[in-house]
């Protein structure tokens, strides 16, 4: 294997002045650098990174803990994390907390033992051992996607980054009632997490501003997976005056939902109009087509990286929570008809109904 020396040599230049082009610590003319980079790419020189990491005590590396990595929100999370991670030159350590606190506490501790520079956690529904691990160590982190309440009051700051939940449930709900649906549910996510509270509290907020009471026989937990969200839609109609219309509050469930009713042979929109929050790739292939809330998954992991970038270049700055907007794709399991279509004869109009 070529050495940095054999690089130096190579190149007319010394050692240090290798080190300086291949870590970016000092500024190096031009032509210089340009000679450095043609002697890497002739010898086919890899920089040795564990020895790197000896000397400068810096792995280049963020860890990421993200639960159901088999989820499509997440995977596309990972990706924006991966990429933007490794546009500025850093690794990614991966491990799945599975939303549990105790085996979240594990992996973090695992993460951080293989001397990450940072983490970006995905927090589960109750993070006290993961706040107390990541301020005990001063470990810099970012939360993604589920806001902790009162994280870094005591403590080193940490960073956050999330989707805005209330409104966009609203709007769904504001649709829906527009359409005319007065029993409108929802299939909720996991107790605990940030996520299904604002989602709850959009939902809320769509019922007020279309003038419909709030019916707590209407709004049920799916505890943020599919099976959960098969049973409570189950629940759902076996009241006396099922919903007319439903809301689901991930992807996950609304594939749960959607078993539940095909098992009652019940249609979409026919019998119960339908909307979800997380828009998904194959969304747009089902039929009906999926009334949905897009996140922008991707732009939350790169932003993420960035805010954590941020704080390892300024470990004392004050704690920010970024909130990116999620957009309304209109489809037809509302019970519209489909946008694409032109054939499609136009439906009743929406009456008015404000989201907060």
Known sequence: MATMTDVARCAGVSVATVSHVLNGTRPVLPHTRQAVLDAVEELGYTPN???????????????????AISNPYFTEILQGVEAAALEQGYSLLI????????????????????????????????????LAYLGRHRVPAVFLDRVVE??????????????????????????LAGRGHRRIALVAGRPGFSTTAERITGYRHGLAGAGLPFDARLLVHGDSESAGAERATGDLFSLGA?????????????????????????????????????????????????TAIAQPSRDIGARAVRVLLDRLAAPDRPARTERLSCSFVHRTSCGCPDPQDPSEPPGPPERSAQSP
């Open 49 to 67: 990174t564990l020895a790197r990491s000896l000397v400068t005590s810096r792995t280049r590396s963020i860890g990421l803990a993200v639960s």
């Open 150 to 175: 009162g994280a870094g009051e005591d403590g080193p700051p940490f960073d956050q980054v999330c989707a805005e939940n209330t409104e966009p449930t609203a709007r769904l709900v504001a649709h």
């Open 95 to 130: 491990a799945d907390p599975h939303d549990d606190p105790g085996h979240e506490r594990k992996v973090v501790q695992l993460l951080h033992e293989r001397r990450v520079e940072g983490m970006i956690v995905a927090p589960s529904s109750r993070p006290r051992e993961l």
């Open 242 to 290: 099922p919903p007319t219309a439903l809301v689901t509050g991930n992807n996950a469930m609304t594939i749960g939902a959607l078993r539940a009713l095909r098992a009652r042979g019940l249609s979409v929109p026919g019998d119960i109009a339908l909307c979800c929050f997380d828009d998904f790739a194959w969304a747009d292939l089902f039929s009906p087509r999926l």
